[in-house]
Every structure is written in C-alpha cells, then in structure tokens.
Nanobody, 124 residues
C-alpha cells in the first residue's frame, strides 16, 4: 500500500501564493507519475498538474498553466505544487495522487492512490 499525505493548504487572498506538498510512504517507488487534482464544491474532481516519474515531463490544465508549477523529489518521496497568482476560482480541495505508470496522465482513472486532500481557499 501507498499512503499520500498533503499539506500546505490554507486561506490566501487573490494574487497570493501557496505551496502544497505531498509526502508518500509505504510501498513507494519512483517509477510512477504523480499528479494533483482538485474538487470545488458542487463540481467534479478535475486534473490540475502531473509530472513524470523522473520529472522530465509535466502537464498542466489550461486554467493553471503559467501560474502553477509541479515538482518532485524522488529521494524524499515528495511532490509539490507551487501556486502563484491565485484566483478565487482556484478554491477547492486539492488531492495528490500516484499514477499507475510513469507518464503524465490527466485522467483520474490512471491514478491508483490518493491522499485525503487539503483545502485551498482564495478570497477576493
């Protein structure tokens, strides 16, 4: 089993920044993509960003491109999401997930393990 624990969420004003972190434990491995998803109240969970197993490839949702940056440290079994220029519409619970393979999938069905989520609230 793999356990994922997110941290770093909170309340921030529009235009501000937050950095989310996700720590993996258990049967971890570096040969898997990692991703971030989010779910706003009343909406379906949506893809935010993904990073390949070696960090060489990344993908972003159009809504966050240029503002968010995903990174990983395989030695520490962590993945981070730096969020800049935050907007009220970024308000959601953010989830970290581990993919079933090493590429950068955007579908939640290609992720096998999920964290419990961390709340991000952006005030206007």
């Amino acid at each position: 089993q793999v356990q994922l624990v997110e941290s770093g969420g909170g309340l921030v004003q529009a235009g501000g920044s937050l950095r989310l972190s996700c720590a993996a434990s258990g049967r971890t491995g570096s040969s898997y993509a990692m991703g971030w998803f989010r779910q706003a109240p009343g909406k379906e969970r949506e893809f935010v960003a993904a990073i390949s197993w070696n960090g060489g490839n990344t993908r972003y949702a159009d809504s966050v491109k240029g503002r968010f940056t995903i990174s990983r440290d395989n030695a520490k079994n962590t993945v981070s999401l730096q969020m800049n220029s935050l907007k009220p519409e970024d308000t959601a619970v953010y989830y970290c997930a581990r993919g079933v393979r090493g590429l950068v999938p955007t579908s939640e069905y290609e992720y096998a393990y999920w964290g419990q989520g961390t709340q991000v609230t952006v005030s206007s």
